[in-house]
């Protein structure tokens, strides 16, 4: 019999129990389980969803435009297209050559609906735990799909419900950060790998869009993105991602619904968009790898 979204979520803590890794946000304490709740010694109680994943922020969720079309279009676009695959690959190297061993803990800062972080197992052991934080319930409630592989977590990435120096990695890809939290919860000598855009990252669909005015033909930079990355780890180390893939039809039209600079044009808008819309898509990007020291 196939086991529910929460049975699959049960199953994976008693690989990787709570009391291993997690931490309450009002207090810091550890976490335990009773049932189906986590608990600290406080008696802060969070509760699991039927769903199989936890709200475990202080943040009050607000309406958003990253919605379930949105996380669809992704998982569509990471899963079944090769537009990320050079990055993907990327991240295997770096891990097997700048570990000395197996992480036990890797954490995707921003993970979204989880494709990501499901197409980063296929590269490390089975003993690995996987957790997904994200402030979008939508992205969490679709990543519960992949319960049993992965953890979801609906939470702050200023206040994780993660154990000081617990992860071995951290994961943020195309995603707000901070690097403080970063810190706190990483081993020594572990890893955080940031990846930002750059200026030349999904140009197709810029210079496609430029004709509604919606964005300006001008080159981005991301210096200051860089600096403050190198002002935390400043023997990071740098990797540039360059590739040209095709997409079809289906998939151009996954790459504008994850596009937040066309959520203003019309149904008849985008539809001519993606007529237009070369199929030949830049992955242009840096991967950035920090160390936290002793």
């Not at 969803?49 to 079309?69: F, I, M, V």
């Not at 994200?134 to 992949?146: C, F, N, P, S, V």
Request: one cysteine or more.
């Amino acid at each position: 019999m196939k086991l529910s979204k929460k049975q699959l979520t049960t199953q994976w803590l008693h690989s990787w129990p709570i009391e291993d890794w997690g931490a309450c946000i009002h207090c810091g304490l550890p976490l335990h389980q009773e049932d189906s709740s986590f608990v600290c010694p406080h008696h802060h109680r969070f509760d699991g969803a039927k769903q199989g994943y936890y709200y475990l922020s202080k943040t009050k969720l607000s309406p958003t435009k990253y919605d379930k079309e949105l996380f669809n279009a992704r998982r569509h676009i990471i899963q079944n297209t090769a537009l990320y695959d050079a990055l993907h690959r990327q991240f295997d190297t770096i891990i097997s050559t700048q570990l000395t061993k197996a992480p036990t803990l890797v954490i995707d800062a921003g993970s979204g609906e989880g494709s990501h972080l499901m197409r980063m197992r296929q590269y490390l052991p089975k003993s690995t735990a996987f957790i997904g934080v994200d402030l979008a319930k939508d992205g969490i409630q679709l990543a519960t799909e992949y319960n049993g592989a992965i953890f979801s977590i609906i939470a702050d990435l200023a206040n994780l419900p993660i154990q000081d120096e617990t992860a071995e990695i951290i994961f943020s890809i195309l995603s707000p950060a901070n690097y403080q939290e970063f810190k706190r919860i990483l081993k020594p000598h572990g890893l955080v790998i940031k990846v930002i855009p750059n200026a030349n990252y999904l140009v197709e669909v810029r210079e496609a869009l430029a004709q509604y005015h919606l964005v300006e033909p001008t080159v981005y930079d991301n210096s200051k993105v860089l600096e403050v990355f190198t002002h935390h780890f400043p023997d990071c180390h740098r990797y540039l991602i360059h590739d040209k893939v095709h997409l079809s039809y289906q998939g151009k039209q996954a790459l504008l619904k994850m596009t937040p600079l066309a959520w203003q044009l019309s149904e008849e808008q985008k539809e001519q968009l993606v007529q237009s819309l070369s199929n030949q898509i830049t992955l242009d990007c840096t991967v950035l790898v920090g160390h936290k020291l002793d």
